[in-house]
């Protein structure tokens, strides 16, 4: 069984304009564009942590959330474990993006607050 390592690996920013936010996180802020698979989401690199900006989705409010992603070996199994100790179920791990040298799956859960927290396996 997986657990957390405790390395945040993404997090994720609501914004209101995915491409006004790229442009201030990449070309002011300095942060390495990434990729963006969609005109809702882009990803950049800060430092060992990837930042996610994505237009609101779902529950999702500008200025009013954001997730944090743990990196994990073993996604099915930590989510698993987890929602056995007590987290509340959101999404169960499923395939999100095919990068040409890996498999971004993720999975999601709540905490007491209903916040939600998001695994994340960068599968070889």
Known sequence: MSEL??????IA???SDVESALGFY??????????????QLAFLQAGATR????APQGAGAVGANSVLYFSVTDISA???AIVVKGAKPEREPQL???MPDYELWLG????PDANLVGLMEEKR
């Open 5 to 10: 390592s405790g390395r945040i690996g993404q």
């Open 13 to 15: 920013l609501t914004v």
């Open 26 to 39: 990449r070309d002011i802020l300095g942060l390495p564009f990434l990729f963006q698979p969609s005109p």
């Open 51 to 54: 930042l996610m900006l994505s």
């Open 78 to 80: 930590t989510y698993e």
């Open 96 to 98: 999100a993006a095919k």
């Open 108 to 111: 999601f859960v709540r905490d």
